[in-house]
């Protein structure tokens, strides 16, 4: 009688999930985690749940929990055509982390979920390698996580990746909205490059329009291009919480997905406007090549992309020395990229974009 007869027997693995490659995968995962740690940290890899010992935020007078979760979008498809995987997971945290980070809280666990179509356990491993790393970067722990396998759904290649992570901060020492005055001024943090939002739109542009190949060698860029799209997230969290300790610091706005100008609107009160110049910096390589090869706008690059820049502080204008002195020391280039004014009647506009890019 054939296997696949009515008789047959059925299984999880005849189904198409392999439980064995799974526990594979946990244990080569394993020393990754261990390094991505934190004291407080309670037991290890394997239980049900990640054990956080919260008797640490007893120092806080009035400690709020923040939390945030997201994924990287469609920048998995670029790791996977391309065969490398332990990067990914640094893109993962960057994405959650910096959203804790702007409230002023301070990163403490992250969880993570894969998801795959088949496990390849040197895969998942290399890919929680990589939020380990991270980890790691934002001094934050990775307390557990899942692997799901999902056959019928996925294909064999196919993953995602998703990340959860909890921070905390005083309650009198949140920043936002509240604390930004006329006459302060914006400080910008370079990006890496793309990092993870609007791969979408370079996808689109540089493989069905122009089609270019990931192998191709990009004289612009230095390098190729399938390179420079996997090029991970910059992390900001130990730098911003930095800039917290040296300087006043009013705002923070991590630059991601709808481009500087939306984001940065979202820490901008009523009643006031950031300006920002363009003239301050020249975007990398890669953004000019999107545009050109696309037949992008501007507009619609601005909406879209970072334009190289990840991280906004808003300080008083006493404290920029400072400021870009504490960063310079950490190694993140940052700049005076705009002011504060006040909002002329009738405009609605929390943020302007002047000039034209240097270069």
């Avoid at 008797?55 to 996977?80: F, H, M, N, Q």
């Avoid at 301070?106 to 795959?116: A, K």
């Avoid at 997230?233 to 709808?258: N, P």
């Avoid at 940065?264 to 009160?269: E, F, H, K, S, T």
Wanted: charged share 25%; aromatic share 6%; glycine share 14%.
């Amino acid at each position: 009688m054939s296997e696949s007869g009515p008789g047959a027997t059925s299984t999880y693995a005849a189904a198409g999930v392999d439980i064995e490659a799974g526990d594979r995968a946990v244990e080569l995962m394993k020393e990754w985690v261990k390094k991505a740690s934190r004291p407080e940290v309670v037991g290890g890899l394997g239980g049900f749940a990640g054990l956080f010992d919260a008797s640490a935020l007893a120092r806080y007078r009035r400690p709020l929990l923040a939390s945030a979760t997201d994924g990287v979008g469609t920048k998995v498809d670029i790791a996977r055509r391309i065969g490398v995987y332990d990067t990914i997971g640094r893109d993962l945290v960057g994405m959650v982390v910096d959203d804790l980070v702007v409230c002023g809280a301070e990163p403490l666990f992250m969880t993570d979920y894969i998801c795959v179509g088949k496990v390849y356990p040197e895969r998942v491993a290399a890919i929680v390698k990589g939020i380990a790393e991270g980890c790691t970067l934002a001094g934050c722990a990775l307390v557990g996580g899942e692997t799901a396998e999902h056959p019928g759904l996925l294909g064999a290649d196919d993953f995602d990746v998703a990340g959860a992570g909890t921070g905390v901060v005083e309650a009198d020492q949140v920043l936002g909205a509240d604390r930004i005055r006329t006459g302060d001024a914006v400080i910008a943090m370079a990006s890496s490059g793309l990092h993870s939002n609007g791969y979408s739109l370079v996808r689109h542009v540089l493989f069905d329009r122009a089609g270019w190949a990931l192998d191709r060698e990009v004289p612009e860029l230095g390098r190729t291009l399938g390179e420079e799209l996997l090029e991970p997230t910059r992390i900001y969290s130990l730098d911003c919480l930095a800039l917290t300790r040296t300087t006043e610091v009013h705002a923070f706005s991590h630059i991601t997905g709808g481009g500087l100008a939306n984001n940065l609107a979202r820490v901008i009160p009523e009643g006031l406007r950031a300006v920002v110049d363009r003239s301050t910096w020249t975007p990398g390589a890669i953004f000019q090549l999107v545009g050109e090869a696309g037949s992008v706008e501007r507009l619609e690059l601005e909406k879209t992309l970072n334009m190289g820049v990840g991280m906004m502080a808003v300080i008083p204008a006493d404290s920029v020395d400072v400021a870009l002195t504490t960063l310079a020391d950490r190694g993140v280039e940052a700049w005076v990229g705009g002011e504060i004014t006040e909002r002329t009647a009738g405009d609605t506009e929390a943020v302007t974009l002047t000039g034209d890019h240097a270069g």
